[in-house]
């Protein structure tokens, strides 16, 4: 028995021993994952620096690795990359956050009312089924090709996952919960608050993932068509400096910012949402 510290109780050592096992399990399962994960960009990679180095395409079209490296350096030295990846996110949060306010305060309202459904449904739907990038050119004619264009361009990528998830999500909560909130006395407030949008919470957070992915692939395209900063003015630049080297450092900056968001917005849900995880396990 050894006394593992002072506010806890004795533990045999077979157990801590079980314990010790269970987390270089643990810690082996992350490294395999991890590694598994690298194969294939390490592979593409490869491939790519095979077919630079045996000039299966000239230079000017596909860049050897190195020198995408050194250019990748010099842009992050001299701030230029940081600067534009700023733009994108600044734009991409504020965007994000209209979005997303807008389709969680529709979807509850969709979720909560059969006739605000019925109303709002059909028209919402025929709206959804045209791509984001297809309201850019009407939206340039109202807008210019200002911030609040492509703040309305990020918005409405956000604004239909959120809003047919939340609603999907409340529509889904189980009408026992609803009366055990009836009999506690609950106003309609207290009935939302802590036990409708509790009860939908997996699938709001389904919204705002798939909201904050349509959220930056819609900057994206909306900087390549009407910026002058941004990731997305960084492709088109290059492209039309015919520097790839350029486009391909825009890209992998792309893609990383992508992944880190979706990433970061994972390990903010299971924190959030600890108290399912306990349940479950």
């Not at 509850?108 to 984001?132: C, K, N, W």
């Not at 990433?263 to 959030?272: C, I, L, Q, S, Y």
Request: glycine share 10%; aromatic share 10%.
């Amino acid at each position: 028995m050894t006394l593992l510290s002072d506010n806890t109780a004795l533990v045999p050592r077979s157990l801590q021993g079980r314990a010790r096992t269970w987390r270089l399990r643990r810690g082996g399962l992350r490294l395999r994952r991890v590694a598994v994960a690298l194969i294939l960009p390490l592979a593409l990679v490869a491939a790519w620096w095979l077919a630079s180095s045996q000039g299966w395409l000239p230079e000017q079209i596909l860049p050897s690795p190195a020198y995408v490296y050194a250019t990748a350096v010099e842009m992050i030295a001299s701030g230029e990359i940081l600067y534009h990846t700023g733009v994108s996110l600044r734009r991409v949060v504020i965007g994000f956050l209209f979005g997303a306010v807008a389709g969680l305060t529709l979807g509850v309202a969709m979720g909560l009312s059969r006739r605000v459904d019925d109303y709002v449904r059909p028209l919402f739907l025929a709206f959804a089924q045209i791509p984001t990038l297809g309201w850019i050119p009407l939206l340039m004619l109202i807008f210019g090709i200002g911030e609040t264009l492509k703040i309305i361009v990020i918005a409405k990528g956000a604004l239909v996952p959120m809003t047919l998830n939340t609603a999907a999500g409340i529509r889904s909560v189980p009408a026992n919960f609803v009366e055990v909130g009836h009999a506690l006395r609950f106003n309609r407030w207290q009935t939302l608050r802590l036990i409708v949008l509790p009860g939908a919470a997996p699938s709001i957070f389904t919204g705002i993932r798939y909201g904050l992915t349509h959220s930056w692939t819609a900057l994206v395209g909306v900087e390549l068509l009407a910026s002058s900063e941004g990731l997305g003015y960084l492709l088109v630049w290059g492209r039309q400096m015919f520097w790839l080297d350029v486009v391909i450092v825009a890209m992998i900056a792309i893609g990383i910012v992508g992944f880190l968001m979706d990433k970061g917005f994972d390990a903010t849900e299971n924190r959030v949402q600890r108290w399912k995880q306990k349940e479950e396990s």
